[in-house]
């Protein structure tokens, strides 16, 4: 017997509609909001990948459970794209790929400080700390610390912050905040990693703004970038 999903009231399935970016039958790709949650944790919230069932569920009328798995995640207070998976197979192979590092992965961030140089890498290693929910960069090897490399350059300057693109190379714990913030150009609203002030939202301006693979199983080229950038 299938799962019983939660009904979808049509306010919030035009939303869930409007942001899903592509979808096929093994994949889909959905713009994620600051604040939700693509795996649970102890807030109880309502990860994506259930809200998306449900929709699935309602939308195509399915008497059996919904497969939608997650290959890989954004922190909550992060906007932009999540790629979901909709098949075994293609979670196994999108998992693979991300952590293969075959997945190109871009962001966007506004930052207190423009970087210097204007464009570069940024190789360090990366130190979680479990108990504060926080990495700590460093130039040499610790114990327990993993290599984090990132390209950045700098897209444009705004009236009062500077917007950096950055192409993530390895995917550690808070990478980009951590990385960015350790050459004193601290993301715009993140507090744990040294910014000024919040977000009145709650956000930190950092979006998962395109991504680029191959499929999984059609072998073509997906190529998405996320609309627009809600704290620009």
């Known amino acids: 017997m299938g799962e019983v999903y939660r009904h ?3 306010t919030e399935y035009e939303d869930i509609t409007s942001r899903i970016l592509y979808e096929d039958n093994h994949l889909l790709i959905f713009n994620k909001r600051s604040g ?5 944790d102890k807030t109880q919230d309502e990860p994506i990948p259930e809200t998306l069932k449900a929709y699935i569920a309602q939308r195509d009328n399915k008497p059996s459970k919904v497969f939608l798995g997650v290959p890989h995640r954004l922190d909550r207070p992060v906007s932009g794209i999540v790629v979901l998976a909709k098949t075994s197979k293609a979670l196994q192979r999108m998992a693979d790929m991300f952590r293969n590092g075959d997945v190109t992965k871009y962001y966007w961030a506004l930052v207190e400080k423009s970087p210097v140089p204007a464009q570069g890498e940024i190789r360090s290693f990366l ?5 504060q929910n926080k990495s700590y960069s460093s130039a040499t090897p610790k114990p327990g610390a993993k290599e984090a490399i990132l390209r950045y350059r700098l897209v444009e300057p705004t009236k009062n912050y500077f917007l950096v693109e950055v192409e993530l190379l390895t995917g550690r714990h808070h990478q980009i905040r951590c990385q960015l913030a350790s050459i004193g150009s601290i993301i715009k609203g993140d507090l744990k990693y040294g910014a000024k002030r919040s977000n009145k ?3 930190i301006s950092l979006q998962s703004h395109r991504i680029v693979f191959e499929h999984p199983v059609k072998n073509t080229t997906i190529d ?3 609309p627009g950038f809600p704290t620009f």
């Open 8 to 10: 979808i009231d049509i």
């Open 36 to 40: 939700e949650i693509v795996q649970g």
């Open 127 to 131: 130190t979680r700390n479990e108990k």
């Open 201 to 203: 939202d709650g956000s």
């Open 224 to 226: 998405i970038t996320a």
